[in-house]
Nanobody, 127 residues
Framework: QVQLVESGGGLVQAGGSLRLSCAASGRTVSSYAMGWFRQAPGKEREFVAA????????YYAESVKGRFTISRDNAKNTVFLQMNSLKPEDTAVYYCAASTVGTILYVARRQTEYDYWGQGTQVTVSS
């Protein structure tokens, strides 16, 4: 079993950047495909980005494509989400998640494919 802890959230102006980190413990993060999801007030949690075990494959929601970048450092047991050109509609609690589904190149896009979740970190983008 793996434990996930997100950090790096905060308050930023529109157009700014933040880098979220997801630190894993209990098991090496290289055993998992990883993803980021977010939940805005009054809305359902939605997919943001995902990366395969190897890091060779990534996938993004259309709303963040070209602005967000997911990456992983398996040696440091950490996954990152670099968020640039932030917009007020990016305001949400961001969750990191780990999936055991698929092969080393598989990118898990559905919430039901994820087995472990962090507690979330708040990102607020002011206009």
């Amino acid at each position: 079993q793996v434990q996930l802890v997100e950090s790096g959230g905060g308050l930023v102006q529109a157009g700014g950047s933040l880098r979220l980190s997801c630190a894993a413990s209990g098991r090496t993060v290289s055993s998992y495909a990883m993803g980021w999801f977010r939940q805005a007030p009054g809305k359902e949690r939605e997919f943001v980005a995902a990366i395969s075990r190897s890091g060779a494959s990534t996938y993004y929601a259309e709303s963040v494509k070209g602005r967000f970048t997911i990456s992983r450092d398996n040696a440091k047991n950490t996954v990152f989400l670099q968020m640039n050109s932030l917009k007020p509609e990016d305001t949400a609690v961001y969750y990191c998640a780990a999936s055991t589904v698929g092969t080393i190149l598989y990118v898990a896009r559905r919430q039901t494919e994820y087995d472990y979740w962090g507690q979330g970190t708040q990102v607020t983008v002011s206009s």
